[in-house]
């Protein structure tokens, strides 16, 4: 799978959007892009995923650039809850290394009263 | 609506003894996955399995093995416990062919 990178913390007031991004240069045209998010002591939690097109569910948006060299999750109203470390992950959906999900180190977002 | 459930939150072994780590899913997902995480190294992937009685080595699968008799149900098996098996340890599970993965609480081992 490709590698990402993200920055290694953020902050973002309470009510803001926060715009977490994410740096993919080596992914090839297999590869979706994935987020997670782990709140402190708990297992990580999915986001949402996406290939080409922009995506939203009722969590965030995903926004792809057009050469998928990098993407950026939107959160558009943090609140405290939203603190939490955000895993940017490429991987394939099928086929040889399909069923890997690698983590990095992602980012550690604040969310800030 | 818990969905991927892990018998314990927290537990302390002793040294040289056979530890087992359970992981139940209702979600009749596929393929089931055991991750340790320690500060610093993140998440690292130990063993997964794609089907019953399936499995395939992770990036870090020494000292361990792991257990797939239902679907539902994926244990982690640590034969001869050490200090540095100390962690947290997280089963996911997720369908055939991509979409999220749905992880558990994880379970805070402790090696005396």
């Known amino acids: 799978d490709a590698k990402t990178t993200q920055p290694t913390s953020m902050d973002c007031a309470e009510g803001r959007a926060a715009n977490l991004p994410c740096n993919h240069s080596?992914?090839?045209?297999?590869?979706?892009v994935y987020w997670y998010r782990q709140i402190h002591s708990q297992g990580p939690q999915y986001i949402i995923h996406g290939l080409k097109n922009n995506e939203t569910n009722e969590m965030a948006s995903l926004i792809i650039t057009e050469d998928r060299k990098s993407s950026t999750l939107i959160l558009p109203h943090a609140t405290l809850r939203d603190t939490a470390v955000y895993y940017c992950?490429?991987?394939?959906?099928?086929?040889?290394?399909?069923?890997?999900?690698?983590f990095g180190k992602g980012t550690k977002l604040s969310v800030i009263p | 609506d818990v969905k991927v459930t892990q018998s314990s939150r927290y537990l302390v072994k002793r040294t040289g003894e056979k530890v087992f780590l359970e992981c139940v899913q209702d979600m009749d997902h596929e393929n089931m996955f055991w991750y340790r995480q320690d500060p610093g190294l993140g998440l690292r992937l130990i063993y997964f399995s794609y089907d019953v009685k399936m499995k395939e080595k992770g990036d870090i699968p020494e000292g361990y093995s792991v257990s797939r008799e239902k679907k539902e149900r994926f244990s982690l098996i640590l034969e001869s416990a050490s200090t540095n098996q100390t962690s947290m340890y997280l089963c996911?599970?997720?369908?055939?062919?991509?979409?999220?993965?749905?992880f558990g609480s994880g379970t805070r081992l402790t090696v005396v």
């Open positions: 992950i490429v991987r394939v959906v099928s086929g040889a290394g399909s069923y890997q999900l690698t």
């Open positions: 080596t992914i090839s045209g297999n590869e979706y």
């Open positions: 996911a599970s997720s369908l055939e062919g991509g979409g999220g993965y749905t």
